[in-house]
């Protein structure tokens, strides 16, 4: 029994201490102290089961986008609501440990911490569906036997009222700050003061919240703060990573253990492993990882074991970086050069199509072009081909009148890396169309533009002389035929001649 507990207690020191990390960084690689090679951390975690945590945060945080943490007593003073709880886990919030009867631990026996310890973590493991409870809260900030509280956690949250350095002293009394009418950040310029103290000291913020407005709960805390606090965090995304408790610390730990190595690539490629000492069972969330842009690579596309993983090009100080993420032990890592994003990308319209265009890309290994459209200006594009194009044209086809699209092409190469988009070029057909039978003169002069180039030589659903002319009474075909329901009746507009 003496052996176990020195073990246990060398353990201990191990971890608290920050002692025994592997990590070593091969050069030009960085590896970010948050994600993003964001400035600071924050974790909003809310304890007790108020009944606003569920009908008011959850909500206003699935708004914004941002992951919370439920600290939940499993029965105290009755069973929680475990389907609200598993409906915020299955929306990506984490559901963890409050114990089963939010005892203060110290006062108990060994037993009785390991049953409260133990039982509160089987209970959330039945209930909660795809997820794992790994960390706790203290109740009533009194920590529990440190030997007891490893066996079964890998962090525990304090409540001494300060900002956690990136790389907490303890992870076993990791600090946090009350919120609330009983707390020192009540309003929302105490958020912010806190917020910016963090990004100042790249540190890691923790926030404890229990009742919100009048739910009951300890020291309640205005919703229209939370919600501020929130839009203040969103306002700044590449300064603060809004995280769950337990994400913060998988980070962390797997940032300050973590071994990057650089291998020898096949020509025109760059391989490097991601490796860590930690259990993968636990330790899986994705690194931020960054290296100066190889000299000739217009950008870059990064895959992990054969998956093709998110790339961004940044500057920092007038250097390029790329920047991607990368899951230790998850398989090498492989870097390549993405092709240049398109450019000369121009619309013109036609009868119920658009004609694009672009230049050609000169990549040896390039393999085709993707478009994509949005009827949204800068964004919401969604992929318009099915398969890669092959040349560097495309024609949108039996677009309804009175719409407008956006367009922008892609290239994509053949290890399936894909180039930034090109240049937005808008287009549609009767786009002032009102559905009262106006048209206005410019929609009309596009419409005969197209028609007298492609038809003359033909009829397209008008009874035409086919003398390039046209009389009154077959221009009154013609308008009210469009006017009804406009139509490509004369085949594909693939393989018509374009107006230039």
């Not at 912010?192 to 000291?201: I, L, M």
């Not at 092959?390 to 949108?396: A, K, N, R």
């Amino acid at each position: 029994m003496k052996t176990a507990r020195k073990v246990l207690f060398c353990a201990a020191l191990l971890i608290a201490g920050n002692v025994g990390y592997a990590r070593t960084i091969d050069p030009p690689y960085e590896v970010g102290t948050w994600p993003g090679f964001r400035q600071a951390a924050v974790s909003y975690t809310f304890d007790d089961s108020c009944a606003n945590q569920f009908t008011i945060a959850v909500p206003v945080f699935n708004e914004f986008g941002f992951k919370l943490t439920l600290f939940t007593a499993t029965n105290w003073p009755t069973a929680p609501n475990w389907t609200a709880l598993q409906a915020a886990a299955a929306q990506g919030h984490e559901i963890a440990s409050h114990t089963v009867t939010h005892s203060s631990l110290s006062g108990l026996t060994l037993a009785n911490q390991t049953a409260e310890l133990k039982n509160s973590q089987d209970a959330i493991n039945a209930h909660i569906a795809g997820g794992r409870c790994l960390t706790l809260a203290y109740p009533y900030c009194v920590p529990s036997n440190l030997a007891l509280t490893q066996r079964y956690y890998i962090a525990a949250r304090h409540c001494q009222g300060s900002i956690e350095p990136n790389t907490p002293r303890d992870f076993y009394q990791i600090n946090s700050i009350i919120c609330g009418s009983a707390g020192s950040v009540k309003t929302a310029a105490d958020f912010t003061s806190r917020f910016q103290s963090t990004a100042n000291t790249r540190g890691w913020c923790v926030l404890l919240i229990h009742g919100i407005d009048n739910d009951g709960g300890y020291s309640p805390l205005q919703s229209a703060v939370l919600r501020a606090s929130l839009e203040y965090l969103a306002g700044q995304p590449n300064t603060f990573w809004v995280a769950t408790f337990l994400d913060a610390v998988r980070y962390i730990r797997e940032r300050n253990d973590v071994s990057v190595t650089g291998l020898s690539g096949q020509a025109g490629t760059i391989t490097l492993r991601v490796n860590d000492t930690l259990d993968d069972a636990i330790y899986s969330y994705p690194l931020t990882l960054r290296r100066s842009l190889p000299e000739g690579w217009p950008a870059a596309g990064v895959s992990q074991n054969g998956r093709i993983a998110a790339a961004t090009i940044v500057t920092v100080n007038s250097v390029k970086y790329m920047m991607f993420d990368a899951v230790p032990d998850a398989g090498d890592v492989v870097l390549s050069p993405c092709p240049a994003a398109p450019v000369g990308l121009t619309a013109i319209p036609g009868y119920a199509t658009v004609a694009l265009d672009w230049n050609d890309n000169s990549e040896s290994n390039l393999a085709g072009y993707h478009v994509y459209r949005s009827m949204t200006s800068g964004s919401g594009y969604s992929r318009l081909t099915d398969s890669l194009l092959t040349s560097s044209s495309c024609d949108d086809v039996d677009i309804p009148h009175d719409t407008t699209y956006y367009y922008v092409v892609t290239a994509v190469n053949q290890d399936s890396h894909e180039s930034a988009c090109s240049n937005e070029v808008r287009g549609g057909l009767y786009g002032d169309w009102s559905g009262n039978g106006a048209v206005r003169m410019d929609d009309l002069s596009v419409f005969l533009g197209w028609w007298l180039v492609n038809d003359c030589d033909g009829t397209v659903g008008v009874d035409l002389n086919e003398d390039c002319e046209i009389d009154l009474y077959e221009f009154d075909v013609l308008a009210e035929n469009w006017g009804r329901a406009p139509q490509n009746t004369g085949g594909t507009t693939s393989n018509r001649p374009r107006n230039r």
